[in-house]
């Protein structure tokens, strides 16, 4: 049973930062593709970020390009999403999601869809006030 349970969301002002961790169990986490993606009240769930296998290779969403930075440990079983000058548009509950064919090749196209996505965590809610 693969589990992936987030951390780190909250409160913060705009301009501030957070940091959210996922951590995933029950599966070999280096053959895993990992994810963010993010959903405002009323509004569809969104891709924000996306890490290969390795590391090698990152997506980013227009919206939070040069902001957020996506990175992964593989010993630890965790990906990161660092988030630096949020702003109130931000305001989301922020998921974490799987590829389990990570070692297949993947284009950014394919990163980027929901649909690449086998196991999501419960999410996150991160609140950024103006």
């Known amino acids: 049973q693969v589990h992936l349970v987030e951390f780190g969301g909250g409160l913060v002002q705009a301009g501030g930062s957070l940091r959210l961790s996922c951590t995933a169990s029950g599966v070999t986490f280096s053959s895993l593709g990992m994810g963010w993606f993010r959903q405002a009240d009323g509004q569809e769930r969104e891709f924000v970020a996306a890490?290969?296998?390795?590391?090698?290779?990152?997506v980013y969403a227009d919206s939070v390009k040069g902001r957020f930075t996506i990175s992964r440990i593989n010993a630890g079983n965790t990906v990161y999403l660092q988030m630096n000058s949020l702003k109130p548009e931000d305001t989301a509950v922020y998921y974490c999601?799987?590829?389990?064919?990570?070692?297949?090749?993947?284009?950014?196209?394919?990163?980027?869809?929901?649909?690449?996505?086998?196991?999501w965590g419960q999410g996150t809610q991160v609140t950024v006030s103006s």
């Open positions: 999601a799987a590829d389990r064919w990570g070692a297949h090749s993947r284009t950014t196209r394919d990163m980027i869809s929901p649909l690449l996505y086998d196991y």
């Open positions: 890490i290969s296998r390795t590391g090698a290779d990152t």
